[in-house]
């Protein structure tokens, strides 16, 4: 029995898997490969039931589509169970009750499943997740509730995977308040943005051969709500609500890319990623970030970048 549970609907298909964190683990074109990246052979595994975790979570990245919270550099300042990892601050691993916590099903339809996870005792938050079809059309919803007795402030984060050589794209009018953090060292390259005609993206190249990966981050201020990945004949879009500077937390941006290649192929990695305004949620109160994602065929045109833009400009 698959532990995927799959959405159908006007030729795009979707699949989640809620013990794993209620992760979105397909996203094509039927009779496409998945956009996503993620290992096949976990949807057939037996599932792993976690409702609980230790301070020190043994993580594993799945991939998929996944939900944080943030700023990073508080995952670990905000609870008791381990007072090491609060005095170092430590940005590693990810809140396991998020990433890889089960996720109750409690509604469910052939275009819509709704699942609720674990409550947090890291992070003070339990996320509800939605994703329904209309149209062929993708509507995720997130809602995060505070747990706890005492307020929490946090952003939501939403963070999709993609292969690190699909051409991604955010549009922004200038580079001017673009930040990049990444830095050469004897091992390691720096990833290569490029910006062209109003839209961000990534040079993905293979490092110098002396090198074993190449990688870094974008912090992109999107004058519009939406990013874009080419992949495998589709084209992606994912569409959210614009917010202002000023309410994104300071540590992170409104939009966010992710690269990281090396010398084997398969562990090429780029994440789109999406920032939610930081709020302060009282005892009981919720807040909630919702992204609508297109998938269409690409087979007519080639994935080179002047097609890419001209499609993007139809769309965006």
């Not at 795009?12 to 397909?26: N, R, S």
């Not at 990433?99 to 699942?115: A, C, K, L």
């Not at 789109?272 to 297109?294: D, F, K, N």
Request: with cysteine; aromatic share 10%; glycine share 6%.
């Amino acid at each position: 029995m698959s532990r995927i549970i799959k959405l159908k609907d006007g030729g795009v298909e979707v699949g989640v898997i809620p013990d794993l964190g209620g992760m979105v683990a397909l996203l094509h074109v039927v009779g496409s490969p998945n956009i996503l990246k993620f290992d096949r052979g976990l949807w057939d595994e037996e599932p792993v039931i976690n409702r609980t975790f230790g301070p020190n979570p043994r993580w594993k990245a799945n991939n998929g589509q996944i939900v944080w919270v943030g700023p990073q550099s508080e995952w670990w300042v905000h609870q008791t169970v381990s007072p090491k990892m609060r005095r170092k601050r430590s940005v590693w691993p990810p809140d396991p009750y998020l990433d890889h916590g089960y996720f109750e099903v409690i509604e469910r339809s052939d275009t819509e499943v709704v699942m609720r996870g674990p409550e947090s005792e890291f992070t003070g938050v339990q996320l509800t997740k939605s994703v329904r079809m209309i149209d062929g059309v993708v509507l995720f919803t997130v809602k995060a509730e505070n747990i706890r007795r005492r307020p929490v402030s946090w952003d939501l984060w939403l963070n999709m995977r993609v292969d690190g050589y699909a051409r991604c794209y955010v549009p922004v009018g200038s580079t001017d308040k673009v930040r990049i953090e990444g830095e050469e060292t004897n091992v390691q390259d720096k990833t290569v943005f490029f910006h062209d005609r109003g839209y961000f993206s990534i040079d993905a190249r293979i490092p110098l051969p002396h090198k074993t990966r190449r990688c870094a981050k974008a912090f992109i201020p999107a004058n519009k709500g939406a990013m874009a990945a080419f992949f495998a004949a589709q084209a992606l879009i994912v569409r959210f609500k614009r917010h202002s500077s000023n309410m994104i937390h300071p540590e992170h941006s409104l939009v966010e890319l992710y690269n990281h290649t090396s010398h084997v192929r398969d562990e090429a990695l780029t994440e789109l990623e999406y920032h939610a305004p930081y709020v302060t949620l009282e005892p009981g109160e919720s807040m909630e970030a919702v992204q609508q994602w297109e998938v269409y065929p690409f087979k007519s045109r080639s994935d080179h970048h002047e097609c890419c833009l001209e499609f993007l400009n139809e769309m965006i």
